[in-house]
Each structure stands twice: as structure tokens, then as C-alpha cells.
């Protein structure tokens, strides 16, 4: 069983965009993607940008780093365009009430 960790509000991330926030030391990237809530690592994988700084499309279910233009599939990780090529940590959700829960372990 994983430990759950309040990492915001539901409320906190408009439908469609991405907010970073803070969990055990950890900065993280929340997509609200107007169905579901995904959580990865905020840092960018190739280099030092933030994926919440990027714009995020909910058609194709990608996050777009704001410095190269590196595309993350935020559902898995899954890097889906250059120069994005190594996996992005992301982290099992629960939406309880109005509180977006992290699985961190
Ligand atoms: Fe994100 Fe280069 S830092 S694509």
C-alpha cells in the first residue's frame, strides 16, 4: 500500500493547464487535463526548465517544455518529441474530495 500525500486542491489547477507544487522536498507538475488529474516531476528530464511553465495540450495528452519545446506524454512519462528522450518520473494520483493525492514511495 502506498502513502498518499495532499499535494493541492482540485480547484488549484484550471481544467487544461499545469501548476507546480511542492510534496516532501519534491517539486512536482499537476496537469488537470479536465478528466483526470496526472502528476510528474516539474524538472524536465533534458535539461533545467520547468514542464508546468510549458503549455500543455489535452488533445494529444502532452506537455511541452518551455525551453527546447520537449514533449512529455504526461499520462506515463513517455517522452513524444525532441529533444525530450528520457522518461519523465510521474506519480500515481487520487482526486479524494476536493484533495489531489500523490503517491510518492
Ligand atoms: Fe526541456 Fe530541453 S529542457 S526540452
Redesign the pocket.
Known amino acids: 500500500d502506498s502513502d498518499w500525500t495532499r499535494l493541492c486542491a482540485t480547484g488549484d489547477v484550471p481544467e487544461g493547464e499545469a501548476r507546480s507544487f511542492t510534496a516532501a522536498g519534491k517539486r512536482l507538475c499537476v496537469i488537470n487535463d479536465g478528466a483526470q488529474f496526472y502528476v510528474l516531476d516539474d524538472l524536465?528530464t533534458?535539461?533545467?526548465?520547468w514542464l508546468s511553465e510549458g503549455y500543455c495540450d489535452t488533445e494529444d495528452c502532452v506537455i511541452e517544455?518551455p525551453?527546447?519545446?520537449?514533449l512529455f506524454d504526461y499520462r506515463n512519462g513517455k517522452p513524444a518529441g525532441d529533444?525530450?528522450e528520457k522518461d519523465a518520473p510521474t506519480y500515481a494520483v487520487r482526486v479524494e474530495g476536493e484533495a489531489v493525492l500523490v503517491a510518492l514511495a
Open positions: 524536465c533534458h535539461g533545467q526548465a517544455c525551453l527546447h519545446g520537449g529533444p525530450a
